[in-house]
């Protein structure tokens, strides 16, 4: 018993020739890669609710074109279809231009896409919770003269965090699940890391295992951060019993 632990020990050791080191950065790579997507996700997000909102409607209709196509192809096949052929189209353009070619960086492409399709889902989020907002708030800000950029940053940003906390949450942990995604175009976070130590030792099931845990305790980590955070835009208001 003392063998088989020791021997599992020194597999998970940070140390060559243990695969800890590579566990580790893959996990750290996938809580980078979900960060930015989500910040990308939420800019987008946010420009989208206020747009659906404006009432312009070709903007509104591209912005439904938007959130409906996104929603409806899964972030395997974006992913895929926008690193190569978003590559490919990227070097006829520069080509058109004699210009070189370049190879998009791993990263950035999982960025991108991630957050590209995060954005469609935080475009609903947002809209709902700015729709919840009582008329008569925004309605008393522009009576005081507030400006769209003041009314924003005074009356709804505070008043749709509460209700957008919830869904952004839920949206924060989806995002570093499809962060796995990403392995398909060969940047290395803890999906790929993970099949790479299994398949380097055979010991599939003691990497896959503590692969878990490491998402068990990204998933931890965010909960605590996201109650947080909801304790402090929730301040002064008053709690269900």
Not at 20 to 49: E, N
Not at 66 to 78: F, N, S
Not at 180 to 203: C, D, F, M, W
Request: aromatic letters at 8%; a positive charge; one cysteine or more.
């Amino acid at each position: 018993m003392a063998t088989a632990q020791q021997g599992i020990l020194d597999l998970l050791s940070p140390y060559p020739p243990g695969w800890g080191r590579v566990l580790l950065t893959g996990a750290v790579s996938t809580v980078a890669i979900s960060a930015c997507a989500f910040a990308v996700g939420l800019l987008l997000g946010t420009g989208g609710a206020l747009g659906k909102l404006s009432g312009n409607r070709l903007l509104r209709l591209l912005l439904d074109l938007y959130t409906t196509v996104i929603r409806a192809v899964p972030e395997l096949i974006l992913i895929v279809g926008l690193y190569y052929a978003g590559t490919d189209g990227l070097n006829r353009l520069l080509a058109v231009f004699e210009l070189p070619p370049v190879n998009v960086n791993g990263f950035v492409a999982a960025v991108a896409v991630l957050g590209f399709v995060q954005g469609a889902y935080m475009t609903e989020v947002l809209r709902g919770a700015i729709l919840a907002i009582p008329v008569g708030q925004i309605e008393a800000a522009k009576a005081f003269g507030m400006g769209p950029m003041l009314r924003f940053r005074r009356v709804l940003l505070p008043a749709l965090l509460p209700n957008a906390l919830p869904g952004l949450a839920n949206l924060w942990m989806s995002v570093t699940k499809d962060s796995a995604l990403v392995a398909v175009v060969g940047y290395q976070e803890l999906a790929l890391a993970t099949r790479l130590a299994g398949a380097s030792t055979k010991h599939y099931f003691v990497f896959f295992l503590a692969s878990a845990l490491l998402y068990l305790a990204i998933t931890l980590v965010s909960n605590l951060a996201f109650k947080l955070i909801e304790g402090r835009v929730r301040r002064g208001q008053p709690r269900l019993a």
